[in-house]
Every structure is written in C-alpha cells, then in structure tokens.
C-alpha cells in the first residue's frame, strides 16, 4: 500500500502566478487534511475534506486559496496569484477513520 | 481555543541513552487524542505514538513511551536507547475526540550524539 503521495516536491512560481499542489491519499482513505508549515513553526490546520466534501475550511485563506477532492482523482490544493507569504511547506495527511494521520512529503512552494 | 506548547526548541542525547521531550496542552475537553510525530530531514511526518485521553495507561511502542499527565495536561515522549536514527524534530499534537483538527507544537529538534 503506497503512502500518502505529494506532486511536486518543489514548486517556484513568481507573484501572480497560481499553484496547484497535488495529493494523493493512501488507498481505502477517505479522509484528506492539508496542513501549512512556516520554517521554525508547526503545521497550521488548513482545510479537512472527504469525497467531494469540504468539511471544515476554518484554517484556509478566505481569498485566494481553494481545495477540492474529487470523487475521481488526487486532492488539489490551489493557491491563486500567489505572493512571497504564501511561501511554506504544504502538507497533506490522510486518513481511514480521523484517528491517525498519515502524511505525505509535502510539496515546498517558492514565490519569487 | 487549543493550544500545544514545546517549550524545547533543541534537545541532544548521546547515543544509547535516555531523553524525554516536553509537551503541555491547554484544553477544556476531557475526551482528545494526543500523538507525537517524528519528522525527519526527508520532511514526511511519522507517527510515534498515540494517547487516548481515557486511557490512564501509558502508551508505548518500542523504545519510545509517554508520561501522561492529564490533571497537569503534560504529555512527554521518552526515547530509550537512543539511536542515530531518531534524529529529527518531533512535535507534539492533540485532537478532540469529536474535532476535525489536530493541533501542532512549535516543535523540538532532536540531535543524537555518536
């Protein structure tokens, strides 16, 4: 059983651009959290999904950031016309039963 | 709100021996969940161990165990026999029962000693 995958494991993009950070979940889970981590902090809650459910969103930007996880397909973490805070390692988690989390490798955003 | 404090920003031990790592949360629930990850410098965070609120045993796995202390909310790690391996920050996190988020601390970076 494949852990928990994360494309790419690096992304630059320039200010304005957008990103799109891509996860997929173990398989059997259902359960998908991202998660934000600035360098010398620990990861900031951002938004907790089912299939094709937002669940809770409390944690994400209000502008600018969305996430969707489709019946078919990866979670997509999208972040519009980024700026230079925008810059962190995202994290996605997922879950069989909300218990445990198991993590992906992050994807590292630069913005120029 | 929940909080979860590591008031050890570094921590080191000489290989083979005895560390405990610090983690205190602050909460008026009396059902949650409490873990501690492991993240290495290939930065995908591995659980170590997990605490049910409920439970007055200490969880262990391995060479690695807790000290739950719910009346004082303290939830410590303790790494026996260290090994080079268990280099890494480990955070400390918390959940409800009943909530949708886990909660991190700040993080204490681990360093082993050959």
């Known amino acids: 059983n494949a852990g928990v995958m994360q494309n790419p494991r690096h992304l630059v993009r320039r200010r304005g651009q957008e990103a799109r950070l891509r996860c997929s979940p173990m398989?059997?889970?259902?359960?998908v959290y991202w998660y934000r981590q600035l360098p010398e902090e620990g990861l900031k809650f951002m938004v907790y999904?089912?299939?094709?459910?937002?669940?809770?969103e409390s944690g994400m930007p209000k502008e600018r950031f969305s996430a969707e996880f489709p019946k078919e397909g990866p979670s997509i973490l999208r972040i519009q016309q980024v700026v230079r805070g925008d810059s962190a390692a995202y994290f996605c988690?997922?879950?069989?039963?909300?218990?445990?989390?198991?993590f992906g490798s992050g994807t590292q955003l630069s913005v120029l | 709100a929940q909080t979860v404090t590591q008031s050890q920003p570094e921590m080191s031990v000489q290989e083979a021996e005895t560390v405990t790592l610090s983690c205190t949360y602050d909460t008026s629930e009396s059902d949650y969940y409490l873990f501690w990850y492991k993240q290495p410098p290939s930065r995908q965070m591995i659980l170590v161990i997990r605490?049910?609120?409920?439970?007055?045993q200490n969880a262990t796995e391995n060479r690695f165990s807790v000290n739950f202390q719910k009346a004082a909310k303290s939830f410590s790690l303790k790494i026996s026999d260290s090994q080079l391996g268990d280099a890494a920050m480990y955070f400390c996190?918390?959940?409800?029962?009943?909530?949708?988020?886990?909660?991190f601390g700040t993080g204490t970076s681990l360093t082993v000693i050959p």
């Open positions: 605490q049910e609120a409920y439970k007055q």
């Open positions: 398989k059997g889970h259902s359960h």
């Open positions: 996190a918390y959940r409800r029962t009943t909530g949708n988020q886990f909660y």
């Open positions: 988690a997922s879950s069989p039963t909300r218990e445990k989390l198991f």
């Open positions: 999904l089912q299939k094709e459910n937002i669940i809770d």
